[in-house]
């Protein structure tokens, strides 16, 4: 069985649409699905990533899955605002869990491991289905 898109999926909202990231909302399990599609570089992850923030407060939300499994490159320019910019703010906006789904590709896998914090409230996954059972619990 392949895997449904997130349009496709029952009880998803989708909020965002843009050529880099679709970021949808898991109504039955209340967290936000951040799915990076293609290359990525500072200026795109710092953007989409203020969205993401803006979502989470709005929603009210604590958990994210960030599935990086269509990230086709490095992005590592964006690693140091991702962990002392980006995170602190979400953890202060209420982020509790953080499921990354990493890239196939190394490049995209290396720049997510130097963009993690080690706050605990992140965890890596290679499979989606993993990362959605930790994160619902």
């Known amino acids: 069985m392949r895997n449904q898109t997130l349009a496709e999926q029952t009880n998803i909202e989708i909020i965002?649409?843009?050529k880099n990231i679709q970021i949808a909302f898991n109504k039955e399990h209340g967290y936000l699905h951040c799915h990076w599609i293609g290359f990525q570089n500072k200026d795109s992850i710092m953007k989409s990533g203020e969205k993401i923030l803006e979502i989470l407060q709005k929603k009210g939300?604590?958990?994210?899955?960030?599935?990086?499994t269509l990230v086709t490159g490095p992005w590592h320019e964006a690693a140091e605002w991702t962990v002392t910019n980006w995170f602190p703010r979400m953890e202060s906006a209420g982020l509790q869990h953080f499921a990354w789904i990493f890239s196939p590709n190394i490049f995209a896998e290396l720049s997510a491991k130097k963009a993690m914090p080690n706050t605990g409230v992140v965890k890596s996954f290679y499979d989606i289905e993993a990362a959605k059972s930790w994160l619902i619990g």
């Open 61 to 68: 939300c604590s958990k994210v899955l960030n599935d990086n």
């Open 16 to 18: 965002l649409t843009e």
